[in-house]
């Protein structure tokens, strides 16, 4: 009955069969069928019929009212009770980079308001923490966004840009560009598997750049500590974790080419998601807009 309830609102609030039947993604007979099982099953006419028009009728104010109660009732029925949040369990999955910044601050937040509230973080790659949210085992992800489509069911909060740049070793020739550099010293890649690392694969393409594969690794510190010991330089974005870059590592921006990898919360939606992830996502938010320590150079772009 409530698929009916929604209908007869719908109609209501846009004047016609029709035009609910195109808002909903009906046809005009399958809107009328709905209102008329609706009619049926309350006893009585919601609308006065004349030709090919029909007009709300006293009877059909007075349930539009009722309606739009129940169903305002019926979003509600999956949210958790005040005192069950505060003493329940947050399952979130993170990326390493994200876990002692963008996360911290953000659970800092979250503890002040939902003190009980127990939360577990769970490690990983992007790719593993979208399955890990898919299968129901984790409740949001912070990860870096996917260069595909998401799944109908989901939704993306982005909450910051990390600009990437070359890291050199400290004693390279600063003379030379970074397009020079990037050719003539060994390089250094963000394992292609990850997001992060694709989106260095893609750069290169679109540049037409060769480079001379050297070490592949997935961890952004290890290319951080590669470069500095002078094995070659490499594509990594500034993360604030990761910063200030040590002595030995130099960082030279791309200029108008610059990149960026974009981190943000992936959860479920609102409809089918809970109120204390839309909790943690309010804090994720806020998290993001504290300005980067002193040291760390250029502030990533903020939402």
């Not at 002692?100 to 937040?109: D, G, M, S, Y």
């Not at 984790?138 to 109908?152: E, M, N, Q, S």
């Not at 804090?283 to 760390?296: I, M, N, Q, T």
Request: aromatic share 4%; with cysteine.
């Amino acid at each position: 009955m409530i698929n009916e309830l929604q209908t007869f609102i719908t109609v209501c609030r846009h004047g016609t069969f029709a035009a609910a039947g195109e808002r909903i993604g009906l046809t005009q007979s399958a809107v009328s069928s709905q209102i008329k099982r609706l009619e049926e099953s309350l006893g009585f006419a919601l609308f006065d019929r004349t030709g090919r028009s029909a007009t709300l009728n006293a009877a059909g104010e007075t349930t539009l009212a009722r309606a739009e109660e129940i169903c305002a009732l019926y979003a509600r029925l999956g949210d958790v009770p005040d005192d069950a949040a505060n003493r329940g369990l947050l399952r979130i999955g993170a990326i390493a980079s994200a876990q002692p910044t963008l996360v911290a601050r953000a659970l800092a937040r979250l503890r002040q308001s939902l003190p009980l509230l127990r939360v577990h973080v769970s490690p990983g790659v992007s790719m593993r923490l979208m399955d890990d949210l898919d299968a129901g085992s984790i409740d949001a992800a912070v990860i870096i966004r996917p260069p595909f489509g998401l799944l109908p069911d989901l939704a993306w909060q982005p909450l910051v840009q990390e600009p990437y740049v070359l890291i050199v070793p400290a004693g390279t020739p600063a003379r030379k560009d970074w397009r020079t550099l990037l050719q003539e010293q060994p390089f250094l890649r963000y394992d292609r598997a990850s997001f992060g690392g694709r989106m260095v694969e893609r750069f290169l393409r679109r540049q037409g750049l060769q480079v001379s594969d050297s070490v592949e690794v997935d961890e952004i510190p290890a290319l951080i500590h590669l470069a500095a010991k002078g094995l070659g330089a490499g594509l990594v974005p500034l993360v604030e974790a990761h910063l200030p870059l040590p002595p030995g590592v130099r960082a030279l921006p791309l200029g108008e080419h610059t990149f960026h990898r974009e981190v943000g919360l992936l959860q479920r939606k609102p409809r089918a998601g809970s109120p204390v992830v839309a909790h943690l996502a309010q804090c994720l938010e806020e998290a993001a807009k504290v300005p980067r320590a002193r040291g760390s150079g250029r502030p990533a772009t903020r939402y």
